[in-house]
């Protein structure tokens, strides 16, 4: 009927009567709280005594102690109760929060424990992956650290093996490459070189053969002129044409 875990942390706990859950209002949620079963509630409280004098709880107000009031309300599902200290009728300090939630209580965390329970749920993230990370670690003296994952172990057992097919070489690439750039150098000599690395390229003086002068030219294509001039052989008559004995 009542499920009720009695630990120092009431914060890891809930506590739940199904026979309540039917008929919960706002107007009997105190009283289904303040079920002896209930552990989040203190029978020492002010209530207690209100309901042993069956007095309405309006003279809660006249009161000073510990005491339970419905903050919210969101029927049919959702009912805050919080426990405060009543110094006077005008003052109260709260001391914890109660949300009921489909006829379930729980007790609302403070601050402090909320911050904690996330800084501890991320360390405990953090150390997991540092320790699954470690676990592929893998040192050697003659080779250092590496990774060795057990998919990557996996998908290479797994793999076919494939025979690399060995293709022709052509003349270009059995042929050594030095002597190619030196047939290329011979052939295009550079204009520039520089003496030391950093310095500025100087350009390189290449010396060009003297040009014969005009008037040999000329007279060399007047030679061939004056040779096609000359008159042609005569050329030799045709054979004379002899007569045929009969």
Not at 170 to 184: A, N
Request: charged content about 25%; hydrophobic content about 30%; aromatic content about 10%.
């Amino acid at each position: 009927m009542a499920a009720v875990d009695f630990r120092d942390n009431l914060l890891g706990i809930s506590w739940v009567d199904s026979g309540w859950v039917p008929i919960l209002n706002p107007g009997n949620v105190l009283d289904y709280f303040s079920e002896r079963s209930n552990p989040f509630y203190d029978r020492t409280c002010n209530n207690e005594v209100v309901k042993m004098q069956r007095l309405t709880l309006e003279h809660l107000n006249q009161m000073v102690g510990v005491e339970y009031i419905l903050l919210h309300a969101q029927e049919p599902i959702l009912y805050i109760i919080r426990k405060q200290q009543r110094q006077s009728p005008s003052q109260v300090i709260p001391l914890a929060d109660y949300y009921i939630i489909a006829g379930v209580v729980y007790q609302a965390p403070d601050l402090g424990t909320v911050i904690s329970s996330r800084a501890l749920s991320a360390v405990h993230g953090i150390q997991s992956a540092f320790d699954e990370s470690m676990s592929y670690c893998r040192y050697h003296p003659s080779k250092g650290y590496w990774w060795h994952f057990k998919d990557q172990e996996e998908r290479e057992k797994t793999k076919p093996k494939s025979k690399k097919k060995e293709e022709p070489s052509s003349l270009f690439q059995r042929h050594r490459v030095d002597t190619l750039l030196m047939d290329l150098r011979s052939k295009f000599p550079p204009t520039f070189y520089q003496p030391k690395p950093g310095e500025k390229p100087i350009p390189v003086e290449v010396k060009k053969e003297p040009e014969p002068p005009t008037e040999t030219v000329k007279q060399e294509e007047r030679e061939p002129a004056t040779k096609s001039s000359a008159p042609a052989p005569p050329s030799k008559p045709p054979p004379e044409k002899r007569a045929r004995l009969q």
